[in-house]
């Protein structure tokens, strides 16, 4: 039920095929075969390369989004039309953190110099959160020990937000930020994250809102040489949930480990595109994305660009999601395209595929003595955890451990 | 001393072209202890008796009675049955996505014993019984059945046998898709399994192949959802010296 492709050295510009399963059935996510380019040839929409899209902080700048356009056709836009095109709140919310001694949270003017050196908006509502937001949250990191901050945001309400986080790692630093978030939201939003030189940095971005929350995020990451991101996206309460990453390794042998852990039930829309730009030598990116789906209209949508630039000789790639469907009525979309500029690379591959939990299973399990509830949480448990477990923060694994197993029992009710 | 006994079993099946009948009227008893074969054409039934023993949902008792030392194991849910000491060796095993066999069996005997295994005894007699299957250490990390050849899915079956110690197993062609070495594998745990816990084997199957190395007791000739005629072992010689042509009612043919 898994398909992969792994490529070695090559010299072709490659630009495989995209592949998406909706999962009624047992659904293979197909083989994504390393194809040579195809533009030039007649009836091909030539495939624009990743780094070259559209970029402005100015909402002006986009056209009105109609669902149509390559970032938006997965989601449910009419539903978020206030956060894409109407005015959004930018003033200073109230945020909560953990007191850490190296590590300082404050609220810096538009002008801090940090801003926009991370990455900017390719998509209307991310613009539209920069062009309105007064102040920028901003998470500074120093000190060489490891060390653990929690922000949480926990009463933005119901009102519609545009709001800019910086995340700066200082050079040779090492922490874990997480980012809490509960309550309700209606936030579109930019997170900024900036290692330095051989900084080690991990951001666990955690969604548990209300289940009628909407929240629209990019995250732009720049990681300097040798240093180091885990990036960790775990979404699993609010109504629509739509984070992108996307992290340019811009020094050589920078490294990123990208995860992903979703759970989406009856109704609930939960996306996100990555993308890793491979802009410098020797650098290495892994990304890993898991999400079980359960209920009717449970939605994930999982889009997972790498581009290898031709800066980017002697790189190490892979990526992969899986998704596990544990009723009917759900759909998983899974796209993985891998795009390479430079034939100098030490592997560049993806695997994606979406297996089913079925009554067949079901039957299986408790011809063994186990219970149908257990039987459940087996499977979800043993799917989902591989990425609980390379956190790497004990106390927020274990807790996300029961956060999984709540929710298996919360859409049992629904 | 333990007994299982079928009586009267009438199962249907709902099919795109409605109900159709599949089991009618099954009478057997099995002791502890004792092997029954059950041998039947294609087709005959064989594997909905043993999905109604299990409790499989899609398979429909209209009339008749499973009794486990006078309990009503069709009253009891699928889990239950496996708990009060019934065993399915399924002709398909299933792929469990995300759950490793190691984990799978140490759920399975928790859930069976009604307490955790002691760990270093348990994980003893994991290594054991893989090893007697001659099955690699590899695949106590593998998602259960997810990759496995058919011989290795009928492995697995069999090492949760020795594992799980039912009272009663059924298995459903176990011997089905193996070549000799692995019948011979799967056989020796099979008879090493009834060796040390004396459990009453159901054994099903199409070929008396396998009967070369597990000998029954009693042989059961298995037509068009009923015992067509039973013997002790030498009835599975002329099986497969005849095969089932005489037992082939018109109806059934095509
Ligand atoms: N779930 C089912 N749906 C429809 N028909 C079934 C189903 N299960 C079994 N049957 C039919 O019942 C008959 C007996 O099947 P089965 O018990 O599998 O036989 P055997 O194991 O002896 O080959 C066959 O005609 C088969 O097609
Ligand atoms: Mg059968």
Known sequence: ?414 | MSVLEIKDLHVSVETDQGTKQILRGVDLTINEGEIHAIMGPNGSGKSTLAYTIAGHPKYHVESGSILLDGAEVLKMTVDARARAGLFLAMQYPVEIPGVTVTNFLRTAKTAIEGEAPPIRTWIKDVRQAMTDLRMDKAFAERNVNEGFSGGEKKRNEILQLELLKPKFAVLDETDSGLDVDALKIVSEGVNRAKANTGLGLLLITHYTRILRYIHPDFVHVFVNGRIAEQGGPELADRLEDEGYDRFLVPSNVG
Request: aromatic share 6%; proline share 4%; net charge negative.
């Open chain 1, 1 to 414: 039920m898994s398909a992969a492709s792994a490529l070695s050295k090559s010299a072709l510009k490659t630009v495989p095929a995209p592949s998406t399963s909706a999962a009624e059935s047992v659904l293979p996510a197909g083989q994504h075969g390393i194809k040579e380019h195809s533009d030039g040839r007649f009836g091909y929409v030539p495939v624009q390369t990743r780094s070259d899209r559209f970029k402005s902080v100015n909402v002006a700048d986009f056209e009105a989004v109609t669902g149509r356009e390559a970032v938006w056709k997965h989601s449910p836009v009419a539903k978020f039309t206030d956060l894409t095109a109407g005015h959004v709140d930018g003033s200073r919310y109230p945020v909560e953190s953990t007191p850490s001694p190296d590590i300082s949270v404050e609220w810096v003017p538009r002008t801090d110099a940090r801003i926009g050196t991370a990455g900017l908006p390719e998509e209307r509502a991310a613009a539209n959160a920069w062009s309105a937001f007064d102040d920028a949250l901003a998470i500074t990191v120093s000190g060489e020990e490891a060390k653990e901050i929690t922000v949480t945001r926990s009463t933005l309400g119901n009102s519609t937000r545009g709001a800019h986080t910086i995340i700066e790692a200082k050079p040779f630093s090492q922490a874990t930020v997480i980012l809490q978030n509960t309550g309700g939201a209606r936030l579109t939003e930019n997170l900024e994250i900036i290692l330095g030189e051989s900084a080690n940095l991990t951001v666990v971005s955690l969604q548990e809102w209300d289940d009628s929350a909407v929240h629209l995020a990019n995250h732009f990451a720049s990681v300097g040489r040798d240093a180091r991101l885990k990036h960790v996206v775990v979404s699993l309460g609010g109504s629509i949930v739509r984070i992108n990453p996307s992290v340019r390794l811009a020094g050589p042998g920078s490294d990123t480990l990208l995860l992903g852990l979703y759970f989406a039930d009856a109704g609930q829309h939960l996306e996100q595109q990555v993308y890793v730009f491979h802009d410098a030598p020797k650098s290495r990116s892994r990304v890993n994305y898991k999400g079980a789906l359960q209920g009717q209209g449970a939605r994930t949508v999982w889009i997972g660009d790498v581009l290898i630039g031709n800066k980017a000789a002697g790189t190490d790639s892979y990526e992969q999601n899986r998704n596990l469907v544990l009723t009917e009525g759900t759909r998983a979309d899974s796209i993985p395209n891998l795009e390479i500029e430079t034939g100098d690379i030490v592997g560049a591959g993806h695997a994606s595929a979406t297996g089913r939990f079925d009554d067949e299973q079901l039957f299986y399990l408790q011809a063994r003595g186990i219970t149908e509830e257990e039987a459940r949480r087996l499977v979800v448990r043993g799917f989902l955890t591989e990425v609980v477990q390379q956190i790497g923060s004990p106390e927020l694994e274990a807790r996300l451990q029961l956060a999984i197993e709540a929710e298996l029992i919360g859409t049992d009710d629904k």
